[in-house]
C-alpha cells in the first residue's frame, strides 16, 4: 500500500489510521507524514508512571527533527486549530484513544466532546492523519467504564471515519485499506 497524504480538499484532507495494540499504525502514520518532509504531532498520552514516562520520551527521541511536537491530552481541538492557523505542514493526532481516556477521567461530555472535533475537522485547512486503538474486536468487557470506554471508541471511530478521506486499518504491520 502506498503511503500518501490524504487527498487534496477543501479540508486538506483526513485520515483515519486505526489498528491494534503494537500493531505498527504510528509508525505507518509517522512514515506518511516523514514522506511529506514532516509536520506536527499532537500527542495526547499522559505519563501517569515512570514507565509511560520512558515511552514518551524514546517516542518523541524516535520523531527527529521533521516534527513539531504538541503535547494536548485533553483539549484536542483547540490544539488543531493552532495547527490551522500555523497551516501547512500535515498533521498527527496519537492517538484518540488516549484522548478518550484523559476525557473520561475528566468526567467530560464525551458525545460533545466528539462532535465538536467531527464539526472541527471539515473545517480545517491542513491534512490530518489520526491515530486510534481498534478496541471492538475483543470480548464484551466485564466492567461498566470498560465497556463504556469501548462504546464511545466505537462511536468517535464511526464519526471520524465518516468524515475521513481514508481509513486504514494496520494488522502486524501491514496496512490495509478500508475506505
Known sequence: MTQTLPPDGPSGGTHLILGGARSGKSRFAENIIN??????????????????????????????????????????????????????????????????????????????????????????HVSMLFVSNEVGFGIVPENAMARAFRDHAGRLHQRIAEIADKVTLVVAGIPMSVK
Open 35 to 124: 514522506q511529506a518532509g514532516g509536520g506536527t504531532y499532537i500527542a495526547t498520552g499522559r505519563a501517569w508512571d515512570d514507565e509511560m514516562a520512558n515511552r514518551i520520551d524514546l517516542h518523541k527521541q524516535s520523531r527527529g527533527d521533521l516534527w513539531q511536537t504538541l503535547e494536548e491530552p485533553v483539549e484536542l481541538c483547540s490544539a488543531l486549530q493552532t495547527c490551522n492557523v500555523t497551516g501547512g505542514k500535515p498533521v498527527l493526532v496519537d492517538c484518540l484513544t488516549l484522548w478518550l481516556t484523559n476525557l473520561m477521567l475528566e468526567d467530560r461530555d464525551i458525545d460533545a466532546e466528539i462532535a465538536a472535533l467531527c464539526d472541527l475537522v471539515p473545517t480545517l
